[in-house]
Structures are given as structure tokens and as C-alpha cells.
């Protein structure tokens, strides 16, 4: 097999991993009510349940950090994504309040884990290729989302029980997961002929790497707004119908996958500070318009607009790491995932307390300020050659045969 076409079924089966993991979620955090009338979790129980899926992954990714230490990020995401899923289904297979206890636990241990190894693949794939490649990945992830998403709302609409509604995704996406896996392709420098594993982050490299920390967590607070708080903002404070306040998240969700379908293109052409800059200034606009709405249909456009500048922030931080610590990405990867993880925990609670003590109008405000904290740091999203265009592809030519050779792709 020659190194181009073991690079192409790496990346064809990485953004398969991703869409599954989009799908994966989607079922799990649009059923919600339902697990919580499953198991007869109390409305004052849920929020420690649900907090601790994220606190579980965020463990999960320190561990994995030490983990891709002694073997490759692919097969730590070989056996991730199967226990992810079939966590998945515990939560519909369960009776008792342990049970999915126990599954929700094993599903955010498991998801950190993929999250780190799946981004620490997508990384070096990108540097494999010596363009733009890691938007697609995300917006595979986006696709997994919205069809997943549509998937939860048939089976709710069918009354279906979740482990009906789990089962058949489950089935049919386990099996080419594990056939997919044997296509993942490592980083081929990340050790050495005598077993040397990567290079730590060095003295001062977290320091270096917190600019892009703080990003990711703004941006994972901004998401979690939408994700938690657009449908509740639309009827509450805009007025609209029950019908008509289910749209903001599915329209974000669209704008999301098509912004990263074609954010790619834009990194190679203007470079990603560039992107990275025009994405917050227009993710900003959006809490802008959001917040001073006057009725439902502005802030629909508020929404979209939030879809679009958002989409770009979190793969571009990923691959910013990446950059900066090419000798460490994995490590680099893996410690700025959890800060996903701190954006999701604080999001949420966040824009509700201030919305509940002040008013939501004033609430979207915040995760506006916080996202545009990414203006003082698009520096470090690398220099105007790290938008991996058609000359610095060329330039990459050989390293990426480099690299390629040496992963265990099949």
C-alpha cells in the first residue's frame, strides 16, 4: 500500500470516527428527559449526573495524555469509540438509578479518551497532508450531530424506549467502527528508533499553551449557551411558539456543519488568524443580535449568525496546538481538550444564574465578551504560513510521506 492511499483511508476513517461520535452524542443529549423519566432522576439529582459526564472525560483526557506515552493515540481511539457506544446503550438498557449511573460513567471516562486520541490523529494528519484538513473532520462530527439529533427525534415522536431507540445505531455503527479502526494512521516521528516516546511540553509549555485554553473554554461556554438556552431564549424573551423555539439549534447545528464544510478553504486562502478572527468577530455579532432581538426572526438570524462564527474557533485551536508543540502535539492535544469540558460546565450554569438574577437579554452578553477574549490571542493560532495553502503544501510534499510511513494505518 503506498503512503498516499494509506493517508486517504486514514483520514476517510478518522472522519467516519468523528460523524459516529456526532451521532453518539446527539442520542444521548437530546433523550434526556427521557433517561430522566427512565430512571426517575429528580430534577435536583440531573444537573450532578449530568455534570459529572464532563468531569469523568476531562479525567479521562489527563489519563490519556500519560497514556499515548506508551501506545499510539490510535489504538487508544480503537477501543474508545466501541466503549462509548455500548456505554450508550446502557443508559437504554438499564432499570435501577445505579445502573445508568454507571453507564453515564463509563460514557464520559470513554468519551474523553476518544475526544483526546480522535483530535491527536486529526492533528497529525493535518501536518501528514500539509493543508487545512482539520474543519472537515469537525464538521463530519456536525453532520453525526444533526442526523443523530433527527434520530432521537423519531424515536420520541414514535414513542420508542431508548434502548429501541439505541439499539439499531448501536448495531449498525459498532461493527464498521472496528473496521474502520484498522485504517487510522499515526504520527510516524512520535517515537524513536530506540522506543523514545514524544517530547513533553518543555519548561513553560503550558504557558504557552494557556492563550489557547482560555479559547477553547470561551468558545465551548458560547456553544453551551446555544446549545442549552437558544430554545428557552426564543419562547421566554422573544415569545415564539413551543414548535417554533426547537429551530435555533437545529438552524446552528446546519450553519455549523457548512461553515466547517467550508472553513478548510478559507484557512489554505486567507490563513487561519485570519478565520480565526473573522469567526469570533461574527460569533460575537451574533450574541450581539441575539440579545437585542425584537422579535423571533432577528433572533433566528442571531442563531445563524453564532453557527457560522463559532464553527471555526474549535478545530483551529486543536491544530494551533498542534503547531506550536510539533515535537508534543499529542500531549498539547490532550491538555487542551479538557478546557472543551471546563467551557461545557461553566456555560450553561453560568448564563442561567445571570439570567435568573439580572435577565437573559443581559445574560447572552456574557458569553459575547468571552468569545471576543479570542481576538487578543489569534496570534497564536500560528503565522500567515500556517494556513497550509498550495505553496506550503508543496513545500510539505516529502514530509508528509514522512509521516505517513511508519503509522499503524492498516
Given at each position: ?360 437579554r443581559g445574560a447572552m452578553l456574557v458569553p459575547m465578551v468571552l468569545v471576543l477574549i479570542t481576538l487578543f490571542h489569534a ?32
Amino acid at each position: 500500500m503506498t503512503d498516499d492511499v494509506r493517508l486517504r483511508r486514514g483520514r476517510g476513517a478518522l472522519g467516519f470516527s468523528f460523524f459516529v461520535q456526532g451521532v453518539t452524542f446527539a442520542l444521548l443529549v437530546t433523550r434526556i428527559p427521557a433517561i430522566q423519566d427512565r430512571y426517575g432522576i429528580s430534577d435536583g439529582l440531573l444537573p450532578v449526573f449530568l455534570a459529572a459526564v464532563p468531569v469523568l472525560a476531562g479525567v479521562a483526557s489527563v489519563g490519556t495524555e500519560h497514556l499515548v506515552k506508551r501506545v499510539a493515540p490510535s489504538v487508544v481511539l480503537r477501543w474508545a469509540q466501541p466503549l462509548v457506544l455500548l456505554s450508550l446503550l446502557g443508559v437504554g438498557a438499564g432499570e435501577r438509578l445505579w445502573h445508568v449511573a454507571v453507564a453515564l460513567g463509563a460514557f464520559g471516562l470513554s468519551v474523553g479518551a476518544l475526544d483526546a486520541s480522535m483530535n491527536m490523529l486529526g492533528v497529525s494528519l493535518q501536518r501528514a497532508y500539509g493543508r487545512s484538513i482539520m474543519l472537515g473532520f469537525h464538521a463530519a462530527y456536525s453532520l453525526g450531530g444533526i442526523l443523530g439529533a433527527s434520530a432521537a427525534w423519531y424515536g420520541a415522536h414514535a414513542h420508542l424506549g431508548l434502548f429501541a431507540s439505541y439499539l439499531p445505531a448501536v448495531a449498525v455503527l459498532l461493527p464498521l467502527v472496528l473496521l474502520g479502526s484498522r485504517s487510522y494512521v499515526d504520527r510516524g516521528d512520535r517515537t524513536g528508533p530506540a522506543g523514545e516516546t514524544e517530547k513533553g511540553l518543555g519548561g513553560g509549555g503550558f504557558r504557552l499553551l494557556l492563550p489557547l485554553c482560555l479559547v477553547m473554554a470561551c468558545a465551548y461556554i458560547g456553544d453551551s449557551t446555544v446549545a442549552n438556552w437558544s430554545a428557552k431564549y426564543l419562547q421566554d424573551v422573544l415569545g415564539s411558539s413551543e414548535q417554533t423555539a426547537t429551530v435555533p439549534y437545529n438552524v446552528y447545528m446546519v450553519t455549523t456543519l457548512v461553515g466547517r464544510a467550508v472553513g478548510d478553504l478559507g484557512v489554505r486562502r486567507f490563513g487561519a488568524v485570519a478565520v480565526v478572527r473573522a469567526g469570533t468577530l461574527l460569533a460575537a455579532c451574533g450574541f450581539a443580535v441575539v440579545a437585542a432581538a425584537p422579535g423571533v426572526w432577528v433572533g433566528m438570524l442571531g442563531f445563524t449568525l453564532l453557527g457560522v462564527g463559532l464553527c471555526v474557533i474549535v478545530p483551529q485551536t486543536f491544530a494551533a496546538a498542534g503547531r506550536l508543540f510539533p515535537g508534543a502535539s499529542d500531549t498539547a492535544v490532550a491538555r487542551l481538550n479538557i478546557f472543551n469540558y471546563v467551557g461545557f460546565l461553566i456555560g450553561s450554569p453560568l448564563v442561567g444564574a445571570i439570567g435568573d438574577a439580572w435577565s437573559y437579554r443581559g445574560a447572552m452578553l456574557v458569553p459575547m465578551v468571552l468569545v471576543l477574549i479570542t481576538l487578543f490571542h489569534a496570534r497564536s493560532f500560528g503565522p500567515r504560513e500556517a494556513r497550509y495553502g498550495v505553496d506550503h503544501e508543496r513545500r510539505a510534499g516529502d514530509r508528509a510521506v514522512d509521516v505517513g510511513r511508519g503509522g499503524n494505518g492498516v
